[in-house]
């Protein structure tokens, strides 16, 4: 292969590249951040995805924690059964909240495999989700 030849067919390669990236750049949906517009709307982000996962209301114990003069955190408490997918559940609940700018970090407690999901929003823990998995007595 020729020097000129293999010019052209790197030329050629980085014309499809770039037209393969327009394609795409053009062809997948935006992420369309929306804004959260009270607290109690990401309550009710939790209490949709809850639902979708068969979760009674009955099975959530709600608590409101006191941060300072100006906020309130809520931390709510759900029990599942020992066969409840937790993570997917997490995952759930992550893409019902991202377009809100909700993260969701978690933490795993051991032995029990209870998990705890905190709603970060803009650096603040505006609320805590405890998944617990109610102990088996013998």
């Known amino acids: 292969m020729t020097t000129d030849s293999k010019k052209k067919l790197i030329a050629g390669l980085l014309f499809i590249s770039c037209v393969a990236a327009t394609w795409l750049l053009i062809s997948l949906p935006s992420t369309q951040h929306k804004h959260l517009h009270s607290l109690s709307q990401a309550d009710s982000l939790l209490f949709v995805t809850l639902s979708e996962f068969h ?3 009955d099975d959530v114990s709600t608590r409101s ?3 300072d ?3 309130t955190r809520t931390v709510d408490v759900v029990t599942v059964p020992s066969n409840f997918p937790q993570t997917r559940f997490h ?3 992550k893409n019902e909240c991202s377009p809100y700018q909700i993260s969701l970090p978690a933490r795993v407690i051991f032995p029990e495999k209870n998990l705890n999901i905190l709603f970060d929003y803009h650096h603040t823990i505006i609320n805590t989700v405890k998944l617990r998995i109610p102990e088996k007595h013998n």
């Open 69 to 71: 003069s100006a906020f």
């Open 65 to 67: 924690i006191k941060v």
């Open 55 to 57: 979760v009674p209301k």
């Open 91 to 93: 995952l759930a609940l």
